[in-house]
């Protein structure tokens, strides 16, 4: 059996997860202690199987087309133990949002592991756990965000189209 219209579902599992199970998972919003934290996120120190990037920078090492501006991380570390290693201070309108990992295990959306772009360039091997390319586009969708479609679009073209 095949799917007639892929992207009408995904577009409405898109709306239902923006609508009620994101908005249930947000552990808070966060920015980081020291400004220049952000243009070295890729050396945030992550454990295996307990934190995953979302949205721009997880776009970012899979397209590298979108410089993040804001950073979107699932984990199931407790708040205050990642608020300490990556010295995060509670902002409402801060660039950092923890949500839940609502996933269980490393398989499927949890662990797409890829050498960031400068790693790749330098010779460094330094992997980030990322999160499947589905919630990563479900989340630059979500943004509202121009240069987030665009990007998006690009995911989802060479990702998910098929």
């Known amino acids: 059996m095949m799917l007639c219209n892929r992207k009408a579902l995904l577009d409405r599992w898109i709306a239902g997860y923006g609508e009620t199970l994101k908005p249930a998972l947000k552990l808070g919003s966060f920015r980081f202690g020291n400004p220049d934290t952000a243009a070295n996120w ?3 120190a992550m ?3 307990r934190t ?3 949205g721009e920078p997880a776009a970012e090492v899979y397209t590298g087309y979108l410089r993040p501006a804001v950073f979107t991380v699932y984990t199931i570390e407790l708040k205050i133990n990642l608020m300490n290693q990556w010295r995060l201070i509670p902002d409402t309108q801060g660039n950092v949002e ?3 990992r609502f996933w269980n295990g490393n398989i499927g959306l949890a ?3 890829m ?3 400068d790693s790749i360039l330098t010779g460094q091997n330094n992997n980030i756990p990322l999160a499947h390319r589905l919630l990563v586009y479900a989340d630059l ?5 121009p240069r987030c479609f665009e990007t998006a679009e ?3 073209i060479k990702y998910l189209k098929n």
Request: aromatic letters at 8%; proline letters at 4%; a neutral charge.
């Open 42 to 44: 890729q050396t945030l």
């Open 98 to 100: 923890i949500y839940k």
């Open 111 to 113: 662990q797409m592991k």
């Open 47 to 49: 454990e295996e199987n």
């Open 52 to 54: 995953v990037l979302g």
């Open 154 to 156: 690009m995911i989802y």
């Open 141 to 145: 969708v979500l943004t509202n965000d």
């Open 115 to 117: 050498k960031p772009l």
